[in-house]
């Protein structure tokens, strides 16, 4: 199957500073990026759409000053989550997406401090 | 919106036993895709099977099989002959232009 990579896989942040968090398709192109964040022991929940060359699509409840989506290439797509709290800490998941199937990244863990 | 639901929190197997998770979904389109995947503790999401809405026949991918029940908008995932290995939480999702998952299952299994 296609591999989709994150980096970093694990980071530490202070409060109030911003992480990027990159997320690439290795051996395909994705149109269509998707970020999820998943708390311990809950489910993913889908935070936004990212769209190759337009801006991206959030969902409800979701800030979309707070965490910035750049889907600069067909292979690439970047979340930054700016002044970063520590509610802000989970674990954010992207995959690269056919309407057949879902490719997840192996997920990033942010700790803010 | 599409909304996935599992029933099951918590599910438990004996070794070399047969397993069903259930799950089930709400959507007003026809034409879908729905899926299972594993979580084991490492985090990568493993996708255990796939199935089509369009297909009326059930997917099956060796010791893992579904039972779809279209008008129900049912999709139970069958494990046989369960081994230590596929313990992890198993989701439910939903994939029509974006993928909805359930709140998932956390399977053990028992020596």
């Known amino acids: 199957g296609a591999v989709v990579s994150q980096h970093p896989s694990w980071v530490i942040c202070k409060s109030g500073t911003s992480v990027k968090i990159e997320c690439r398709s290795l051996d395909f192109q994705a149109t269509t990026m998707f970020w999820y964040r998943q708390f311990p022991k809950q489910s993913l929940m889908l935070m936004a759409t990212s769209n190759e060359g337009s801006k991206a699509t959030y969902e409800q409840g979701v800030e979309k000053d707070k965490f910035l989506i750049n889907h600069a290439s067909l292979t690439l797509s970047t979340l930054t989550v700016t002044s970063a709290h520590p509610e802000d800490s989970s674990f954010y998941i992207c995959?690269?997406?056919?309407?057949?199937?879902?490719?997840f990244g192996p997920g990033t863990r942010l700790t803010v401090l | 919106a599409q909304t996935v639901t599992q029933s099951q929190p918590e599910m438990s197997v004996q070794e070399a036993e047969t397993v069903t998770l259930s799950c089930t979904y709400d959507t007003s389109e026809s034409d879908y895709y729905l899926f299972w995947y594993k979580q084991p503790p490492s985090r990568q999401m493993i996708l255990v099977i796939r199935?089509?809405?369009?297909?009326?026949q059930n997917a099956t991918e060796n010791r893992f099989s579904v039972n779809f029940q279209k008008a129900a908008k049912s999709f139970s995932l069958k494990i046989s002959d369960s081994q230590l290995g596929d313990a992890a939480m198993y989701f439910c999702a939903y994939n029509n232009n974006d993928m909805r998952f359930g709140a998932g299952t956390r399977l053990t299994v028992k020596p």
């Open positions: 199935q089509e809405a369009y297909k009326q």
């Open positions: 995959s690269a997406s056919t309407r057949r199937e879902q490719f």
